[in-house]
């Protein structure tokens, strides 16, 4: 077994809610919501690790926890076996995190938001030119690098996205939603990245509610539901006998 390089470790996240909030999660009593509930799994390098869950299971959650994003209620992260808290900026630098909630600002065009983000990675502009041609290249934004980005189609938008939270070239890339709202052509391309990514030794966590993607591109999954994670493993130990799909929709009638 690999030995891992990022552990997550009884990880919870309590929310404190709005009456609004209450009403809206038909909420009557409690003032708290536990959106991610004692998460424990581990990581290894050149792994993609999928995590499945329907919308509002607490995969983002873990995965903003894990990019300190947002702090945990309770429980802890690992990276080579120290806590990612002891030195947080150090652990930022090896961390990058694509959200489909990133907002791109519609003005600015996709050469002058990476080299901003480049900046804040504390890259030269050596540095940043070099990995901006690289980057640009791959995905085909070198024809847009200075154009408008509100300009930009969806998929390439979101190919702007994925080069800004890599131009750093981190260890652990954590992708949440990568492929939501793209056409065929757009994801797939992602696709393939997420393999090269793997195949340089990269640690990856993908989030998603789509199968075919997590069962096609994973070496680990868990499924997450309620904020519990009810079931994790090898891929292909997992799906053994049965698809990803059919796993998941027997847990989910096992837990109710």
């Known amino acids: 077994m690999d030995k891992p390089i990022l552990e997550v470790k009884n990880l919870t996240k309590v929310f404190k809610l709005t009456k609004k909030q209450k ?39 873990t995965l903003r926890m894990v990019a300190t994003m947002l702090s945990a209620t309770s429980g802890e992260v690992l990276f ?8 947080i900026n150090a652990y930022r630098k ?19 938001t990476y080299d901003f983000f480049s900046a804040l990675y504390g890259l ?17 934004i070198e024809k847009f690098a200075n154009s408008q980005i509100k300009n930009l189609s969806t998929g390439m938008k979101q190919k702007v ?31 393939q990245f997420l393999i090269e990514l793997r195949n340089e030794g990269k640690v990856v966590i993908l989030s998603s509610h789509i199968f075919s993607l997590v ?10 539901v309620d904020g519990k994670l009810l079931l994790q493993g090898e891929m292909n130990k997992v799906c053994k006998e049965h698809t990803l799909e059919e796993v998941f929709f027997s847990l989910i009638k096992e837990d109710k």
């Open 23 to 61: 009403a809206e999660r038909g909420i009557s009593t409690s003032k708290e919501f536990k959106a991610v509930n004692n998460i424990s799994f581990s990581l290894s390098k050149g792994k993609i690790y999928g995590l499945l869950g329907p919308n509002g299971a607490g995969k983002t959650t």
């Open 80 to 87: 080579e076996g120290k806590n990612i808290y002891d030195d």
């Open 215 to 224: 069962e096609k591109l994973c070496d680990n999954v868990g499924i997450i």
């Open 124 to 140: 030269t502009k050596e540095e940043t030119e070099i990995r901006k041609k690289e980057i640009f290249a791959r995905f085909g």
């Open 94 to 112: 090896k961390v990058g995190f694509l959200t489909s909630e990133l907002k791109l600002d519609d003005f600015f065009t996709p050469s002058y």
């Open 161 to 191: 996205s994925l080069a800004i939270s890599i131009a750093h070239n981190p260890d652990i890339i954590i992708f949440d939603e990568p492929t939501n709202g793209l056409d065929i052509v757009a994801s797939r391309d992602v696709e």
